[in-house]
């Protein structure tokens, strides 16, 4: 391919067509016109596909130029079309000559198809109409089609590819199609078989894609699956999805990046190389404008730009470099480059940073500046430019007119209070006059007022006055002042300390020279439940509204998380009577975003659990630019080196400890920042998540010891203990209805035992003291096993403590009938359905009840033992201990007999 130069003008003048309403009207467009009729779309698209010189691709496998593409529309690159489809669906190329040329491989063309909110079909019909043709079609489904002019080629060594941006859309559903069907099989519609649809799903009918605008605006970059025969029609969801409930969302510079090896490997043509997959984000450009008092000029100011973006090599998955322009904002809303007012200024210069200086004028004036990100490709010290322009946010500086100008500081500590979702604040902002010079003009006739600024969810800029200061100027030539805090701004439904400022009452003081300095506390609560905190505040002193401080910022740490369930297979489950299987595979996962920080003040991110009182999880530990996820002592996957992008981690969580339903999850972020020497701990939360997640009540009672005791052939002293062991299932509707099975073991120092493994059969004399679990038990009703065993006795200054461990396996499958499940349920390992593991422990002391005499069976007091019969799983009798579980059936002297298990 090649250089960007030489990229495709879609806005020609000669590939102007023309088209017919319905109506009969005949209308003249360029490509680059957003297209709306139903017959202008199709014109649209027809022009595209029959123009030889409109680029397109030519073969599926791009890199190794296999799987050439043929354009005539009677048949696909792989004969599947061929001149048996049906006429009806021929319309859009009536007008087109015949045969259809293949296109210049000299680029690519994209478009963007939004699809009606309204349209929902299936098998070609669309609310109980025929889709009779490609204009009906259109018609019921499309909403629009733009072509994409701004587009750019990346001769990236591995990943070659082209990237294309929409700009200023509002959209709830879309796709893109491209120039060239690369996939074998497209159906019978020879719209398909023409123009390459990106799905960003992997099976039939699932959106995947709802969400996607918090996704998107998150930083995310969301990848493509498979090239789609029938976006939207057969199977609705295979387009991207912003909301399940069709609300429009407003986004700019929507990126696309169209990988050449993106179907390598699959000889079919249709499912995307993951490593390579078509891959979709919002480009994002950020500028930061700050003034302060110039240091080597006296009457000048300092004015710094700062520009960011969000796009490097993980974003497209391809290395290309930036540019950038940098404008002033006129008034009347044009733009003027800088380099115009400003000669240091190089333009298009590839620095993120610029700073120059400004004389100070007589009255107050304001800059705007804005910056156009342009993504290139460099060969040496050439420059191929593309045709994208990504703008930032307008920023502005304000240069007061000649009058006091103050210097500023500020210290910021934030505690997170988990019970209230509120970051609570204390912020302590210090100015001094910057000169003496600026000392000696300080106003006195109206107050300065100390503001607090943010930007909300929406990107309006937010500001109110903590304070404000008066001056008086004495005949000494000094000042006292009155600062009177605001009522309104002092938010301090929880504190941070007790040492908030009162806003009765204004505090006086003394200002002697510009060494003087005056301390402002603002204390303030920002609620974390939706996470639209701001990530940063400033703060600025100002006179009547025009700013006379530089802005001290205080930043907000912030992430995202999200929770699920975790299954496990119902193989998994029937092969569980060990615990082999860690309840963490069958319970909960926690997924949140860990970033480094440019400062590195993050040091920790805490996941808690809010139970009765909140419980850590987990942790990510952040150490030398790495990001460490630690459950208790574990540590779960390698360390990762996420960077300013972050690296989304799944924190896994057991079932058994989720205290409530649903299970509620908060991340709180630790950061560690040092003022004048001394270093401080700040905690920063961000909004819960929740899953509805099935719980168990666990509890033991009517514990018994018989007054029986006697002392075994090995010297041991034992007697027969017993209890009842209750359990009731939590099932949330919404996601595990059903119990599908339960285990309980009995846990003691001398063995451990699965009390529902015991067969029935054997358990002579005890029937009505023992019950089996059984495997599927509707509801959530409670279900009780009787527990019987006899054991060594403890010694006299010792207790026997037993740990009961119950396990619920919960489905959200329907259950019909009671089966024990067996390792033959599946042979393929994953049968349907989902299943979950909730454990829950209970440590029961039986040294705390009173002795008992009632226990069946064990009423001998001086007993001793004449034989013992070992029985296995399958009911056989041996003198001998069978290989695995045995059942042990003990024949007293009195000729009473007791049964207890054990494992070989």
């Known amino acids: 391919m090649t250089a960007n130069a030489a990229v495709f003008n879609y806005a020609d003048e000669k590939y102007r067509f023309t088209w017919t309403d319905s109506a009969g009207v005949e209308h003249s467009n360029l490509l680059t016109d957003k297209a709306t009729d139903p017959d202008h779309i199709l014109a649209l698209i027809a022009k595209v596909y029959a123009t030889p010189e409109i680029p397109g691709t030519i073969y599926s496998n791009e890199i190794n130029k296999t799987g050439k593409i043929n354009y005539d529309y009677h048949a696909s690159q792989t004969g599947n079309i061929t001149s048996s489809t049906p006429t009806k669906y021929l319309d859009w190329l009536e007008s087109c000559s015949k045969p259809i040329s293949a296109p210049s491989e000299n680029g690519k063309t994209v478009l963007f198809v939004e699809i009606k909110p309204t349209f929902h079909a299936k098998g070609g019909r669309w609310q109980g109409v025929d889709i009779k043709s490609n204009r009906d079609f259109v018609k019921y489904c499309y909403k629009s089609v733009q072509l994409l002019s701004s587009h750019m080629r990346v001769n990236d060594t591995n990943n070659p590819g082209y990237m294309f941006v929409v700009d200023n859309i509002t ?86 990046y169209m990988p050449d090896k993106r179907l390598v490997q699959d000889s079919y043509y249709s499912n995307y190389n993951p490593t390579y997959a078509p891959r979709t984000f919002l480009y994002l450009c950020t500028l930061d404008a700050d003034v302060k008092p110039s240091e080597n000029h006296d009457g000048y100011f300092t004015i710094s730009l700062k520009w960011s973006t969000n796009f490097n090599t993980a974003k497209i998955g391809a290395q290309a470099e930036e540019q950038f322009y940098v404008y002033v904002v006129n008034d009347n809303g044009t733009y003027t480059q800088l380099h115009e007012s400003d000669a240091t200024m190089q333009t298009p210069t590839q620095s993120r940073t610029h700073t120059y200086e400004v004389p100070q004028e007589a009255d107050s004036r304001i800059i705007r500046y804005i910056v156009a990100a342009n993504p290139i490709e460099k060969s040496g010290n050439d420059v191929n430019a593309s045709s994208i322009f990504i703008y930032s946010n307008v920023d502005q500086v304000q240069i007061p007119g000649r009058q006091a100008f103050f210097s500023q500081a500020s210290e910021y500590l934030s505690r997170f209070d988990i019970s209230s979702q509120l970051n609570v604040y204390k912020n302590t902002i210090s100015i001094k006059p910057n000169t003496q010079g600026d000392y000696e003009k300080i106003e006195t006739t109206q107050a300065y007022s100390m503001m607090r600024r943010h930007t909300d969810a929406d990107g309006n800029v937010q500001e109110i006055a903590i304070a404000n200061l008066k001056f008086n100027k004495a005949e000494n030539g000094t000042y006292s002042y009155t600062l009177k805090y605001n009522a309104d701004a002092q938010n301090t439904d929880v504190k941070y300390d007790d040492n908030a400022p009162s806003t009765a009452e204004g505090i006086s003081g003394t200002l002697t020279s510009n060494d003087g300095v005056i301390y402002f506390y603002d204390y303030f609560n920002a609620s974390t439940a939706s996470n639209d905190q701001p990530s940063q505040y400033n703060y600025v002193l100002q006179l009547d509204g025009v700013q006379t401080s530089n802005s001290g910022t205080v930043p907000v740490y912030k992430t995202t998380a999200s929770s699920h369930l975790v299954s496990v297979t119902k193989d998994q489950v029937a092969g569980d009577s060990n615990r082999g299987l860690d309840a963490t595979e069958g319970g909960l996962a926690v997924d949140f975003k860990g970033y480094i920080d440019a400062d590195h003040h ?259 007091a001086q007993a001793t033992p004449v034989s013992e019969v070992y029985y296995n799983v399958m009911g056989i009798a041996s003198t001998r201990p069978h290989p695995g579980m045995n059942v042990v059936v003990t024949t007293l002297s009195d000729g009473s007999r007791l049964t207890t298990k054990m494992m070989k």
């Open 171 to 256: 959209t709830n559903r879309f796709f893109f199609i491209s120039k060239g069907r690369a996939r074998a099989d497209a159906g019978n519609y020879p719209l398909w078989t023409s123009f390459e649809q990106v799905s960003p799903t992997s099976g039939s009918g699932a959106t995947v894609t709802t969400g996607l605008a918090d996704s998107l605006k998150n930083g995310s970059v969301y990848k493509a699956i498979h090239s789609c025969g029938s976006v939207p029609i057969i199977e609705q969801g295979h387009e991207f999805t912003i909301t399940g409930n069709s609300e429009l969302n407003a986004f700019s510079n929507l990126t696309l």
């Open 602 to 860: 993050i040091k920790r991110y805490d996941v808690y659990r809010l139970d009765s009182d909140p419980v850590i999880v987990g942790n990510a530990q952040c150490e030398n630019g790495y990001i460490t996820l630690i459950k208790g002592n574990r540590q779960i996957g390698d360390p990762q080196q996420p960077g300013l992008e972050g690296y989304t981690f799944s924190l896994p969580d057991e079932l058994s400890s989720s205290q409530s339903t649903p299970a509620i999850y908060v991340p709180v972020i630790t950061t560690n920042v040092t003022f004048a020497g001394a270093t401080v701990t700040n905690t920063y939360g961000c909004s819960r998540t929740a899953v509805d997640a099935p719980n168990l009540e666990l509890k033991v009672d009517n514990l018994l010891v018989s007054a029986s005791k006697w002392v075994d052939a090995n010297g041991h002293k034992r007697c027969g203990y017993g209890a009842t062991v209750h359990l009731t299932p939590i099932l949330p509707e919404t996601t595990a209805p059903y119990a599908y099975y339960y285990r309980v073991w009995r846990l003691a120092a001398d063995d451990e035992t699965q009390l529902n493994s015991l067969p029935s059969s054997i358990n002579t004399g005890w029937e009505n003291d023992y019950e089996d679990i059984k495997p599927f038990y509707p509801g959530n009703a409670e279900i009780q096993v009787k527990d019987v065993y006899v054991a060594n006795m403890p010694n006299a200054d010792e207790s026997r403590i037993v740990t009961y461990i119950a396990r619920l396996y919960s489905t959200d499958q329907a259950q019909s009938h009671p089966a024990v499940p067996r390792k033959a349920a599946s042979a393929s390992g994953t049968a349907a359905g989902y299943y979950y593991i909730t454990e829950k422990r209970i440590d029961v002391d039986y040294s705390s009840p009173a002795v008992a005499t009632g226990i069946d069976g064990i009423t001998t």
